[in-house]
C-alpha cells in the first residue's frame, strides 16, 4: 500500500503557465514533507519542503499548500521554465529518519 | 562543500554475479542511507546507519544484500548473487542529526543485470 500518493503521474503545461502537482499521505504521525526533484542521470534534490504546522511554504516560485485535515498537499510551480522539467516527488517523515518516497509526478513544459 | 559521491555510476552483471557499490558522504554528516530506485519509481529505503550502526535495515533483502560502514564515514553496499529484479538504481545520502534533517542524493549508481 503506497503511504505517499502522487498526481498526476505525468503533466504537460506551456512555459509560463503555473504547473500543480498533488500528493496525499495515509499516516497521521507525518509531520515532515519535502519535495525532491530530480532530472534523469541524476540524484533527487531537494527543493522546497514544509512541516505540518505551517498551512503554506513559499521559495521563489514554488509553494507548497498544506492541508492537515485532508492529509493533502500540492506543489505549485510557478512562471514554469523548459528547465523546470523533471520529476518531482513528495516525500513524507514522522518522527524516525525514514523519508517515504511516493511515485513521482514527470513534469514537461513546452516552450 | 562537496556532495554525496558515489561509485561505480554504471554497472552491468549477468544473474548470479556479485557487486559493491561504494558511498562517501557529506563530510560531518553522521547519517548515511541507501535507497533503491527502480525505473519509474521513487526511491525506496533499503537501509540507513546513524555513524557506524545500523538503524533500520528492516527493507534490506538481507539474504543477498549487505551493507556496512564500519567507522561512520564511507559505505558499502553489497549484492552477493544479483538477480534481474536487482535492476535499479541505488542511491546513497547523507544527512545530519537536528534541524530539518534534509537528506542530500548522490547521483546513484545504475544497475542492470541481464
Known amino acids: 500500500q503506497q503511504q505517499v500518493r502522487q498526481s498526476p503521474q505525468s503533466l504537460t503545461v506551456w512555459e509560463g503557465e503555473t504547473a500543480i502537482l498533488n500528493c496525499s499521505y495515509e499516516n497521521s504521525a507525518f509531520d515532515y514533507f519535502p519535495w525532491y526533484q530530480q532530472f534523469p542521470g541524476e540524484g533527487p534534490a531537494l527543493l522546497i519542503a514544509?512541516?505540518?504546522?505551517?498551512d503554506k511554504k513559499e521559495d521563489g516560485g514554488f509553494t507548497i499548500f498544506f492541508n492537515k485535515r485532508e492529509k493533502n498537499l500540492s506543489l505549485h510551480i510557478k512562471d514554469s521554465q523548459p528547465g523546470d522539467s523533471a520529476t518531482y516527488f513528495c516525500?513524507?517523515?514522522?518522527?524516525?529518519?525514514?523519508?517515504?518516497f511516493g511515485l513521482g509526478t514527470t513534469l514537461q513544459v513546452q516552450p | 562543500e562537496a556532495g554525496v559521491t558515489q561509485s561505480p555510476r554504471y554497472a552491468v552483471l549477468q544473474e548470479g554475479q556479485a557487486v559493491s557499490f561504494w558511498c562517501d558522504p557529506i563530510?560531518?554528516?553522521?547519517?548515511l542511507y541507501w535507497y533503491q530506485q527502480p525505473r519509474d519509481q521513487g526511491p525506496q529505503l533499503l537501509v540507513y546507519f546513524r555513524d557506524e550502526a545500523v538503524i533500520d535495515n528492516s527493507q534490506l533483502p538481507s539474504d543477498r544484500f549487505s551493507a556496512v560502514r564500519p567507522k561512520g564515514t564511507n559505505s558499502t553496499l553489497k549484492i552477493q548473487s544479483a538477480k534481474q529484479g536487482d535492476t535499479a538504481t541505488y542511491l546513497c545520502?547523507?544527512?545530519?542529526?537536528?534541524?530539518?534533517?534534509?537528506?542530500?542524493f548522490g547521483p546513484g549508481t545504475r544497475l542492470l543485470v541481464l
Open positions: 514544509i512541516r505540518s504546522v505551517s
Open positions: 516525500a513524507a517523515k514522522g518522527n524516525t529518519r525514514k523519508l517515504i
Open positions: 563530510s560531518g554528516h553522521d547519517t
Open positions: 545520502a547523507s544527512s545530519l542529526a537536528g534541524g530539518e534533517d534534509t537528506q542530500y
